[in-house]
């Protein structure tokens, strides 16, 4: 085995190169994943109806009987008088966040089926997005790792050595 091979470190002691084209194409991907994600978390402008309206807030609002529905879903008495006075209350014109204000009020913070995104309660956003961070992190750092490990080949001095090891 004469010469370096791919992947192996040559006799100058430095790395062998890495054609420019891959570094090209990483920063080329994390710019259309960027541009993706922008684009998709923008806010819709488009004005809503007060059915999209009285729909949204009753499917993210938890029937206080079947505490397993969103008062969209679900059938029970209660569940249509909050649809209809929620409906009562955007066509009067108020906010998303005083008609849910309202229902806290009313029925105590669990009624709401997304947790607010403040306090003790915002850890449940944080906590899994920080866990997808370390664990994309752990795996780059040991594929870093993994890609750096050079093979090691027996030199001559080596194979004299073993057999003179050997020799009874």
Request: aromatic share 4%.
């Amino acid at each position: 085995m004469t010469g370096p091979q791919a992947g192996q470190w040559n006799g100058g002691g430095q790395a062998p190169a890495r054609p420019r084209r891959s570094l090209v194409s990483w920063v080329l991907m994390a710019v259309v994943l960027v541009g993706a994600l922008a684009y998709g978390l923008r806010p819709d402008d488009s004005p809503r109806t007060t059915e999209e309206r009285v729909h949204e807030l009753a499917s993210t609002t938890r029937c206080p009987t079947c505490r397993s529905q969103s008062v969209a879903e679900s059938d029970a008495p209660i569940a249509r008088e909050i649809r209809d006075d929620i409906r009562r209350r955007v066509e009067r014109g108020e906010s998303d966040d005083e008609i849910r204000d309202f229902l806290v009020g009313r029925f105590g913070q669990d009624v709401l089926l997304t947790p607010p995104a403040s306090g003790v309660a915002g850890l449940v956003w944080v906590i899994p997005v920080a866990a997808l961070v370390l664990a994309g992190g752990g795996l780059a750092l040991a594929f870093r790792r993994w890609r750096s490990r050079v093979p090691r080949v027996a030199t001559d001095a080596d194979r004299a050595l073993v057999d003179r090891a050997l020799e009874p």
